[in-house]
């Protein structure tokens, strides 16, 4: 297509984007369609005039992920069409990728997501010397749901975990006002979004670069006052910025789920050393034993096996310490040799093979774990949210507990409607959960929630 034909075919235009990596990733990707939007977003990239894959570039699987989206993206295009590659993976490897990836016409990192309209339509490439943090000045196209919105409070990280490369391409911790965020959700409201998850690298730090060491707790009260929202939680807690009184002021909102994620990454003092994770084991004990008095306290967390200077002792340590505990729910990831981390530099590598049988007998334990939640909420009468018909069968709806996260914390399936009521998708119902089956509840709807 040439540029003249481009420049006149603007109102016609159609894009496709790819969101690669965490809910952060997401935002900046419905900024990036709320820029452009004079385009008809479609789910065929073979259509599409222009196609936008928003990288992450955190470990070695999600970078290949990445790569392998942009040659599949690339093998599947029209012709004349432009294949943009923006986000974490393209601003770590600028120089690299732009010299030897001919497939990508426009290349863009983690500054420029509010100019991607006069990217695309100059066609050229830009690394801004920043880092772009959404806020409430920018229309965002929000995808996958009608009720449920993710808010930045921040970029950056001021962390110096030891296997950690975000710091390097992400810059130092930047939050965003209370002001805001109040704005942002509040006009969210209006457009019918109730529910919000809050999310950063790490949220417990959440305007200490304002020298605030209450941002959450001035956060969770302005966000109590503001009309239509109903639920609320925040990722990513830092065991090292995260405070009982912290712990306790979520549990006591009305608004605020008790829900705690916090990614712990280990649980031994050796290895809370190595991996320069906070305070200590004292201090973990401490939060940790505070999230799990708390009633009806939700607690997720996520592990690394393997890193360098994990012994044996330290791993079996940490498979004793997540089976005790009893998550709700957790992840555990192999460690991924990253460069430009402290823990690249290290000598006392693990070999992939043990690593990876590390990872399986951890993971058997968090099944098993998060079985055992799961098989708690059996007999409760629980706030749901129904989203659709569920992937599983045409006769089921998937349903998600309000007070979980999107996405990843599972789904319940109604296969029983008591009182005949009239189902609308994204609204709020009681349910009674009847059993387990696998590791899917199953419920029936009792009423709806006024």
Known sequence: MSNESWKTNIAHRTVHLVSLGCTKNLIDSEVMLGRLNGYKIIDEPEEADVIIVNTCGFIESAKQESLNTIFDMHERRKEGSVLVMSGCLSERYKEDLQNSLD???IFTGVGDYDIIDTLVEQKRSQFSNKVFLADETLDRVVTGSNFHA???????CNQTCAFCAIPNFKGK????????????????????????SFVSQDSSSYMLDFKQKDGIEQLIDAVENIPGVKSARILYLYPSTTSVELINKIASSKIFHSYYDMPLQHSTQNMLKI???????EKLKELMDAMRDVE???????FIVGHPGETQVDFEEL?????????DRANVFSYSDEEDTSAYERVDKIPQEVIDNRAEVLGAIIEQTTKNSLEKEVGKTVQVVIEGVSDEHDLLLSARKLSWERDIDGEIYINDNEFDI???YGHLYNVYISELVGNKLMGKVLSTVK
Not at 275 to 281: A, D, E, I, T, Y
Not at 296 to 302: E, H, N, Q
């Open 319 to 327: 498979c004793t310490y997540v089976k005790d505990y009893g998550f």
């Open 173 to 196: 911790l930047q939050s965003r006002t209370i002001d805001s965020i109040v704005a942002e959700v509040s006009n969210m409201v209006k457009n019918g979004y109730f529910d919000f």
């Open 422 to 424: 009239e189902i609308k």
């Open 150 to 156: 993710y808010i930045k409070l921040s970029e950056g």
């Open 103 to 105: 497939e990508v016409d």
């Open 275 to 281: 991996m320069k994770r906070g305070k200590g084991v």
């Open 296 to 302: 009806d306290g939700f607690v997720r967390s996520t």
